[in-house]
């Protein structure tokens, strides 16, 4: 089946832009998570999602990002007021929500100029 | 505070070498301790899941093991294809969210 999906595949922006990051999960997962992954490092959590509601968005680190969910399937990034700071792959998950394993998507690859 | 600490950063084997990786942790209550490969410029890829202490699994060439304060990746007579970042996590009973360690980048030479 379809795994998760992650438009786009490249972003480039630049400095104090507004972007928008999209992610579709599993069919049938109702949980789903953002997390950032810098070079060299491993993800970091920024907020999950079980339904249409955040749960958890204490991973998020100032205003200027914000996720939402309206339906409960897609999610939508949103990051206002970039800084270089931001640059980073974003990586989206889903899970079933009873289960634990988290399956992720391609990630978007977001530079800030 | 959950912590997860990945050790060697890098490895690099030669074709048919056998080696493991380690994955140390801390954490307040373990809901489970997960592997997952990443190649480069792509999301990671679940291998494992692993709940309790003296639980393995197996995959092919490779082997997770789960003690209570760490766990072992095994690669057996590894391939080049093996070569990868293995990414090691944990989800607390407090949560639900993944906490990665750095990672082991793999490279194995023919």
């Known amino acids: 089946g379809a795994g998760v999906s992650q438009t786009p595949s490249n972003k480039v922006t630049e400095k104090g832009k507004y972007v928008e990051l999209r992610c579709d999960p599993i069919?049938?997962?109702?949980?789903l998570y953002w997390y950032r992954q810098s070079l060299g490092q491993g993800p970091e959590f920024l907020i999950y999602f079980q339904g249409t509601g955040a749960a958890d968005d204490s991973g998020l680190p100032n205003d200027r990002f914000f996720a939402v969910r309206p339906e409960g399937s897609v999610s939508t990034l949103k990051i206002q007021r970039t800084e270089r700071g931001d640059s980073a792959m974003y990586l989206c998950a889903s899970s079933f929500p009873e289960g634990n394993e988290q399956f992720f998507g391609p990630g978007t690859r977001l530079t800030v100029l | 505070e959950d912590q997860v600490t990945q050790s060697p950063e890098a490895l690099r084997l030669q074709e048919g070498e056998s080696s493991s990786l380690n994955c140390s942790y801390t954490?307040?209550?373990?809901?489970?301790l997960f592997w997952y490969r990443q190649d480069p410029g792509k999301g990671p890829e679940f291998l494992f899941t692993?709940?309790?202490a003296g639980e393995e699994k197996e995959k092919e060439r490779l082997k997770a093991t789960l003690t209570k304060k760490e766990s072992f990746l095994h690669i057996t007579a590894p391939k080049p294809e093996d070569s990868a970042t293995y990414l090691c996590?944990?989800?607390?009973?407090?949560?639900?969210?993944?906490?990665f360690g750095k990672g082991t980048s793999l490279l194995v030479t023919p």
């Open positions: 069919s049938g997962h109702t949980a």
């Open positions: 692993l709940y309790s």
């Open positions: 954490v307040s209550g373990l809901r489970g």
């Open positions: 996590a944990v989800i607390s009973n407090s949560g639900y969210a993944l906490n």
